[in-house]
């Protein structure tokens, strides 16, 4: 336990740098229950509805086995892992382990030790009777990206109903009654479409849709609804509302390439919560279209997209910093601000609270990078890890939960 009564210590961790290194941290939120997973392969149940946050159980992990995805599953809780492994596992509610998977034995092992060639579940979700995950690896071969990914279908006993291979990366996961939609962020092989939707009973595919753009960058998130999608486009910086066909029924600019200061840049839509009301789109990082550095900032990069259900933008807010993924609860979305790793504004450091209609709701400022975040009606839990900027040398924040009210 921390010196502050809303937060518990996570124990010790290496800060962050000027660069985002990818998700290493994760944090799921249920009847009143903060489950978080570490960079060292811990996981820790936080009670985070009395007036101090307690915990619960703790799991050891093992070291260099980061906890990158938790999700409520059965009754427990669902976890994948970036790791040599790429492990799958399923806890109980006193934290035991029910049964465990290793998606290593379907994408590969890692051509060596570098974080970002470690199997990787990239997303976990549950429609309630099974926990779908999708699971990737990439290497280089001659210099070319490549990836072998994996969607599972997990039945409650650990038992795998189906599997849906391909050789892109998938980055995110929606289910919705039968369906279960796939999102590619990269397609650099034979698999060229950047949504799939499957029948989420056996895994065969129902309809897939692409912005058409050329390479390798397609759909950075989705979120099925009964009338269809809504996406967050890579390849075009737009977001979409497709039908229960896949057919287009409007799409909006959301930071599109445009000029400035001489310079065409631009920043990838990573994220969207939909509802029937509305959707929010959140931003990444300013690019140039040629190369990689540059000193101009696109004025929607790190930025919230309010957009109601015709298509029409309704609200904007800034989000601070890189947000590595939401957190959401019906018509409230939790941004988790990370590193600028261009201006590496520390003032910036926060979790900000949105609502589909009205925009923002709350900001909970935090010393250091906060990293994931979860939702649970008026109760915000985020994680915030500790950062030391290149350039200032100077170590902000810890590793530790917070609770933050979600007004």
């Known amino acids: 336990m921390s010196e502050h009564a809303s937060t518990v210590t996570l124990g010790d961790v290496a ?8 998700r290493r941290s994760a944090v799921a939120l249920t009847d009143g229950v903060a ?19 307690t915990v619960r159980w703790h799991h050891e992990g093992d070291d260099g086995q980061s906890v990158v995805a938790v999700e409520p599953f059965g009754g427990g809780s669902a976890v994948g892992e970036r790791s040599a492994r790429g492990e799958i596992r399923c806890h109980d509610v006193d934290g035991s ?8 034995e379907d994408v590969g092992t890692p051509q060596d030790d570098t974080r970002f060639l470690l199997p990787f579940v990239a997303s976990l979700t549950t429609d309630g ?4 995950a999708a699971a990737r690896r990439y290497e280089r071969v001659d210099g070319d990206r490549t990836f072998q990914s994996v969607v599972y279908a997990f039945a409650p006993d650990g038992s795998v109903d189906w599997t849906y291979r391909t050789d892109a990366s998938p980055i995110a996961l929606s289910v919705r009654d039968d369906r279960l939609a796939v999102a590619y962020n990269r397609c650099p092989g034979d698999h060229q479409h950047g949504l799939v939707v499957l029948d989420a009973g056996d895994g065969s595919p129902r309809w897939m849709w692409d912005p058409g753009t050329e390479g390798q960058r397609r759909v950075g998130d989705v979120t099925l609804l009964d009338s269809g999608a809504v996406v967050a486009s890579h390849g075009d ?19 599109p390439s445009r000029d400035v200061d001489g310079e065409a840049v631009y920043a990838y839509p990573n994220h969207v919560h939909a509802t029937d009301d509305g959707a929010v789109f959140v931003t990444g ?14 004025p929607r990069e790190h930025t919230a997209v309010g957009v109601s259900f015709d298509g029409t933008e309704r609200w904007t807010g800034p989000v601070g910093g890189f947000a590595s993924g939401l957190g959401t609860d019906d018509s409230l979305v939790a ?10 504004d520390a003032d910036a450091h926060a979790v900000r609270v949105y609502d589909t209609l009205g925009g923002r709701v709350a900001t909970h400022d935090t010393a250091g990078v906060v990293t994931a975040a979860a939702v649970e009606g008026d109760t915000v839990a985020a994680v915030e890890e500790p950062v030391v900027y290149h350039d200032e040398g100077r170590e902000r924040g810890a590793y530790r939960l917070h609770r933050f009210s979600a007004e």
């Open 15 to 22: 800060p962050a740098r000027s660069r985002q290194q990818g």
């Open 35 to 53: 489950v978080v997973g570490t960079a060292d392969g811990d996981l820790r149940a936080v009670d985070v509805s009395g007036p101090r946050p």
């Open 97 to 104: 382990v029910r049964w465990r998977y290793e998606t290593r």
């Open 129 to 132: 009777d099974r926990l779908y």
């Open 237 to 255: 910086y737009c977001g979409y509302h497709l039908d229960a066909d896949g057919a287009e029924r409007w799409h909006i600019p959301l930071a």
């Open 285 to 298: 990082n300013t690019y140039p279209e040629d190369g990689r550095q540059t000193d101009a900032r696109h």
């Open 335 to 344: 941004v988790p601000g990370a590193q600028h790793f261009r201006d590496r």
